[in-house]
C-alpha cells in the first residue's frame, strides 16, 4: 500500500467520446435522465459509455443524504417524475442494451422512501425491454423489510446493496446508513434467492484484518457478488483519500474473496458498483 495523496499512474485515465458516448449521452439528455456516471465522476464512464452502457439514477439528482465520499448533490428533492419510469425503460430500448443498471438518490422525503417508484421502473423496464436483464442498486429504505421486499418482488436478477467501507470506517462516511441495517437489507436480498451483490471502496484507512471481516460479514449473510475499488476524492469538500492502494493488493483480494466463496468479486483500482455488471446474473 502507498500513502500518498499524489494520484499515481495507475489511476490516470483517458475519458474517450467517441460516437457510441455521444449518442448514449444525447439519449440520456433528450429524456431528462439522471446518471450516476456523471453525477458520482465515474472514472469507468468512457469505457462504459463506449461500449453502449450506463447506469441509470432514479428519484432525481438530489439526495437527502450527505455521504461524505459522495458527490452527489444533497438538499431538498423536487416530487418524483411520474414519467420517469417510462422514459428509463424507453432509453433502455433505444440504445439496444442487454443488461440495465439502475441506482437511485436516497428519498427519505416520501413516505415509502421511494419504494413504489423503484417498483414502477422495474416493470416499465420489464414491459419495454422483456430481453432485457436488470440490476438494481438500491439504498437501505431505512431497513423496513416491507419496502426491501417490494423491490425484491418486482423480479430484477441481480439486487444490490453497498456496505461502502468497513464496519469500523461505516458511522464517519455514511450519511443515516449503518453497517448493520446494509447487513440486514442484503441478507434479505440474499434470502429470496435473488443474486444479492455488494461493494466497498479501499483507501479511507480500512485495515487488511478490517476488510477480510467485512469480506465474512458478507459471506454470513449471503452475498455472492462483491466489488472493491479505490475511493477517489470527487470534490475538496469529500473525505480525504488517506491512500491509494496497489493494483496487485486489489488482486490479492480477489483471490481471498474467491476463496471465501464469492461467486463474483470484481476488484481493482478503478472498479466501481456496476462495473462489468452484465457477468453478476450468473450463479
Known sequence: MENTRRKPEWLKIKLPMGQLSVDVLNTIRGHHLNTICTSGRCPNQGECWGCGTATFMIGGNICTRACKFCNVTTGHPAPLDPQEPEHVARSIRLLGLKHAVITSVDRDDVEDLGASHWVKVIRAIRKENPDTTMEVLIPDFQGRTDLVQQVIDAGPEVISHNLETVRRLSDSVRSRATYEVSLKVIGQIAASQCVAKSGIMLGLGETREEILETMDDLRN????????????????????????????????????????GFTFVESGPLVRSSYHAERHIKK
Open 221 to 260: 449473510v449471503g452475498c455472492q457478488v462483491m466489488t472493491i475499488g479505490q475511493y477517489l476524492q470527487p470534490t475538496a469538500k469529500n473525505t480525504e483519500v488517506k491512500e491509494y492502494i496497489r493494483p496487485e493488493v486489489f488482486e490479492e483480494y480477489k483471490e481471498i474473496g474467491l476463496r471465501k
